[in-house]
């Protein structure tokens, strides 16, 4: 498998072995191509989702008539939120601006909660000091050690070395090298796509779930999930 040392000097040579620096002159060159690889990484995760995935159960707290707490670092899609307390109570997912017209700046005990940009939102607004437990998925970490490799630096290794490639060539101006890498990049991500596809259909059985029911809301509260 691909590791970040072997991506880094595919990347360099495409580049023709530049030496990069910063503006006084130091040698920058590793670390600008661990950038480049990571942000490539990053654009394929997002571009052909897949496992393996991350999951982390954390505690998110919201203050008295606090609306909204930023989502962790390294959020990718959500699996539960739920009221901690005495009796701990799942809370229903809705479309933000649906829940905003319904419920406004409605205040109370949370039933329904949105993910609208970086932040998650509690309807109605919580009267009194509230904490969830907030279980999702995370982007995969950077690779930052040489030896460092995952599943997209292996099925995505032309994409991420060609996207890179091309990041690092449009900053250093050379506009016909980002028109070539660019070409070479969107051809891998369909092979990305397409692998993808084939892994899911082949891992179906293995990682369907079965999702708990979630209680009926009050009247008025809307239930669109997404």
Not at 24 to 44: F, K, P, Y
Not at 158 to 173: E, N, P, S, T, W
């Amino acid at each position: 498998m691909p590791n970040l040392v072997q991506i880094r000097r595919e990347v360099w040579d495409l580049l023709g072995r530049p030496y990069l620096t910063t503006p006084d002159g130091v040698d920058d060159t590793n670390s600008r191509l661990n950038a480049a690889i990571n942000e490539a990484l990053l654009l394929a995760q997002r571009l052909a989702p897949f496992p393996p995935a991350i999951q982390v159960s954390t505690t998110l707290n919201f203050a008295t008539n606090q609306a909204s707490v930023p989502l962790p670092v390294r959020y990718r899609e959500v699996v539960t939120v739920v009221r901690l307390g005495p009796i701990p109570q799942p809370l229903v997912r809705g479309e933000y601006h649906l829940l905003l017209r319904t419920l406004g700046n409605t205040t109370g005990t949370p039933l329904n909660y949105s993910i609208y940009g970086p932040s998650l939102y509690l309807f109605p607004i919580p009267t009194v000091a509230t904490s969830v437990q907030f279980d999702y998925l995370q982007w995969l970490p950077p690779v930052s050690a040489d030896t460092d490799s995952n599943w997209y630096t292996d099925y995505a290794y032309d994409f991420i070395r060609y996207k890179a490639a091309g990041l690092l060539a449009r900053r250093m101006m050379a506009a016909d090298e980002v028109q070539v890498f660019e070409t070479y990049a969107a051809e891998a991500l369909q092979a990305l796509q397409a692998a993808v596809l084939s892994e899911k259909a082949a891992d179906a059985p293995r990682t369907m779930r079965t999702v708990g029911a979630v209680p009926p809301p009050p009247p008025g509260v809307v239930t669109a999930q997404g």
